[in-house]
């Protein structure tokens, strides 16, 4: 199975730069996606890594260390409507398909 | 059309009462999963059907029962529930089984009374 691990909650201010980590434990690993849920709406995807590095995508970047068991979810240029849950979750080859989300981290942006 | 299409987006089922959730996506995507959500949890999954052929079950009890009537099509037919079914019931969608990007529908959100 997949042990992953992101924090609860994070908060930050309107315009700046927030780092959400995921940790994971898998076998056959097959990709680590990164999804936006706002509460009461369905998971909208925003990345996907399976090699290691920095994708970047406008103001969402993301980084994968597959060594290490490591990614994280840079959002820069805070913005209000970026409040919302942030789901880490790993893909498999043992299980072809099976996405398997992690706990979600809750950014809360003030103003 | 890059949507997932979910009916109905609410339902209030008694724990006698058959309803069936729909699921429908024109993409021509040919896996199409069924997950479980409940409030402030990550979603679960229950069901991969790959090629109209069901491919994963996670030990779901039986009365959940999918149904894969066509490549754009996904049912999940409720009968018996429990209160601790009420979740928000998300079908989702991939070019094919393990592709990168699932695309999500708007969830049915259900509530067993």
């Not at chain 2, 896996?31 to 069901?54: C, D, G, I, N, R």
Request: overall charge neutral; proline content about 5%; charged content about 15%.
């Amino acid at each position: 199975g997949q042990n992953i691990d992101q924090p609860t909650e994070m908060t930050a201010t309107e315009g700046a730069i927030v780092q959400i980590n995921c940790t994971y434990q898998t076998s056959g690993f097959n990709g680590l996606f990164w999804y936006q849920q706002h509460a009461g709406e369905a998971p909208t995807f925003l990345s996907y890594n399976v090699l290691d590095g920095l994708e970047e995508k406008g103001r969402f970047s993301s980084f994968l260390s597959r060594s290490k068991g490591y990614s994280y979810l840079l959002l820069k240029e805070l913005q209000m409507k970026d409040s919302a849950s942030y789901l880490c979750a790993v893909g498999t080859t043992d299980s072809w398909g099976k996405l398997q989300f992690g706990a979600g981290t809750q950014v809360v942006v003030t103003p | 059309d890059t949507e997932v299409t979910q009916t109905p987006k609410h339902l209030v089922m008694g724990m006698t009462n058959k309803k069936s959730l729909k699921c429908e996506q024109h993409m021509g995507h040919r896996a199409m999963y069924w997950y479980k959500q409940k409030a402030k949890k990550p979603p679960e999954l229950m069901f991969v059907y790959s090629y109209e052929k069901l491919s994963i079950n996670e030990s779901v009890p039986s009365r959940f029962s999918p149904e894969c009537p066509n490549s754009s099509l996904l049912n999940l037919h409720l009968h018996a529930l429990q209160p601790e079914d009420s979740a928000l019931y998300l079908c989702a969608s991939t070019p094919s089984p393990g592709s990168t990007e699932a695309f999500f529908g708007q969830g049915t959100r259900l509530t067993v009374v």
